[in-house]
T-cell receptor, first 112, second 113 residues
């Protein structure tokens, strides 16, 4: 069966520090991969998605970037974090077609 | 992707059926209806999806009206663990967009003993 792993579960970072969040999927090949962010009390916002290795699409302009160095690995990064980058970051995967997206347990990021 | 409208909150007694409505009057012919739920501090969990026929799985049933402008998610015997925010989403699969989900504010379901 397929599983998705995100780490770390929680992270506290100072303003201006770099960020690297990792997501890996097991049990499937060539998945679509997604990064979402959920601000406190609000719905999820899609940040990036990827349909293959090295293929990244950005949904909103921001201080973050994403990379997909391997088929089942998706990384969210920032060179310098802002206070507004705080939130709950979720990685998800799906196969092609009208199939569901499945989410990881998320990383709660607090910027001080 | 079509916009959905859900009540912001609902209560349900434990052991009773929970019926969560969703309006999607601008849905187009190739858009599916998806339901997810999010328990506090966890990632969203997929529940069920459908195109035009009613669907049932081990978690819930999805009833879609004949004109497809609304749907109802049914949890047949709600438990306290079903307390969560429930999201109704309609989308098509656009290969160039990877089939993104657009989450609204959802319905906060409280199951009470």
């Amino acid at each position: 069966s397929q599983t998705i792993h995100q780490w770390p579960a929680t992270l506290v970072q100072p303003v201006g520090s770099p960020l690297s969040l990792e997501c890996t999927v097991e049990g499937t090949s060539n998945p679509n991969l997604y990064w979402y962010r959920q601000a406190a009390g609000r719905g999820l916002q899609l940040l990036f998605y990827s349909v293959g290795i090295g293929q990244i699409s950005s949904e909103v302009p921001q201080n973050l970037s994403a990379s997909r160095p391997q088929d089942r690995q998706f990384i969210l990064s920032s060179k310098k974090l802002l206070l507004s980058d705080s939130g709950f970051y979720l990685c998800a995967w799906s196969v092609e077609g009208n199939q569901p997206q499945h989410f990881g347990d998320g990383t709660r990021l607090s910027i001080l | 992707d079509a916009k959905t409208t859900q009540p912001p909150s609902m209560d349900c007694a434990e052991g009773r059926a929970a019926n969560l409505p969703c309006n999607h009057s601008t849905i187009s012919g190739n858009e599916y209806v998806y339901w997810y739920r999010q328990i506090h501090s966890q990632g969203p969990q997929y529940i069920i999806h459908g195109l035009k026929n009613n669907e049932t799985n081990e978690m819930a049933s999805l009833i879609i009206t004949e004109d497809r402008k609304s749907s109802t998610l049914i949890l047949p015997h709600a438990t306290l663990r079903d307390t969560a925010v429930y999201y109704c989403i309609v989308r098509t699969h656009n290969y160039n967009q990877g089939g993104k989900l657009i989450f609204g504010q959802g319905t906060e379901l409280s199951v009470k003993p």
